[in-house]
């Protein structure tokens, strides 16, 4: 079965207080791995996909990378306004065309 | 462009009543899709269209109807809500099948079935 889980559940940081998110992953073949941003009361916003093994993807504080069973997102001297929830998704090889299954995503609060 | 609209953001149902989320996009996109998102769960697809006249069910399509008349609208119909509905729905599209599948997501409805 196709599975996605994200770690840790939330993650409190200090401003400047770099870290990573996990993603590990179990599917029958990958097409591509997503990260999306969801503010409180909003809908999810795409940050990346990363498609093979060894790819890297940055925007601004944010780098994401792939291995064959997990992905990281790793943010750098994060800023209060990097707070939100973090969701990986998955989209496999099998199955119906563009679907994603998604994590459960990891909550994200950046203190001043 | 507006890009994904949902209406209405809130609602309140009793069990029972129907209704319908609507879905609206103006980007041309092919494919649409319907989930819903709840506490400590991750989003489920619940059905999906590849272009107007296709649809096909998705994770969790038990309770919910659609229809793709048209390629700018994918409504949601909830026949005879039940409790188990309350959730936020999300409706998503993309201009493709292919790999660079970048999901736009509309704001959500915020669902409640007494």
């Known amino acids: 079965e196709d599975q996605v889980t994200q770690s840790p559940e939330a993650l409190r940081l200090q401003e400047g207080e770099s870290s990573s998110l996990n993603c590990s992953y179990t599917?029958?073949?990958?097409?591509?791995l997503f990260w999306y941003r969801q503010d409180p009361g909003k809908g999810p916003e795409f940050l990346f996909t990363?498609?093979?093994a060894g790819e890297e993807k940055e925007k601004e504080r944010l780098k994401a990378t792939l291995t064959k069973k997990e992905s990281f997102l790793h943010i750098t001297a994060p800023k209060p306004e990097d707070s939100a929830t973090y969701l990986c998704?998955?989209?496999?090889?099998?199955?119906?065309?563009?679907?994603?299954?998604f994590g459960k995503g990891t909550k994200l609060s950046v203190k001043p | 462009n507006a890009g994904v609209t949902q209406t209405p953001k809130f609602q309140v149902l009793k069990t029972g009543q129907s209704m319908t989320l609507q879905c609206a996009q103006d980007?041309?996109?092919?494919?649409m899709s319907w989930y819903r998102q709840d506490p400590g769960m991750g989003l489920r697809l619940i059905h999906y269209s590849v272009g107007a006249g296709i649809t096909d069910q998705g994770e969790v399509p038990n309770g919910y109807n659609v229809s793709r008349s048209t390629t700018e609208d994918f409504p949601l119909r909830l026949l005879s809500a039940a409790p188990s509905q309350t959730s936020v729905y999300f409706c998503?599209?993309?201009?493709?099948?292919?790999?660079?599948?970048?999901?736009?997501f509309g704001p959500g409805t915020r669902l409640t079935v007494l």
């Open positions: 599917v029958s073949g990958l097409r591509g």
């Open positions: 980007m041309n996109h092919e494919y």
């Open positions: 998503a599209s993309s201009y493709s099948l292919g790999l660079e599948n970048e999901q736009f």
């Open positions: 998704a998955v989209q496999a090889v099998r199955g119906s065309q563009g679907n994603l299954i």
């Open positions: 990363l498609y093979s």
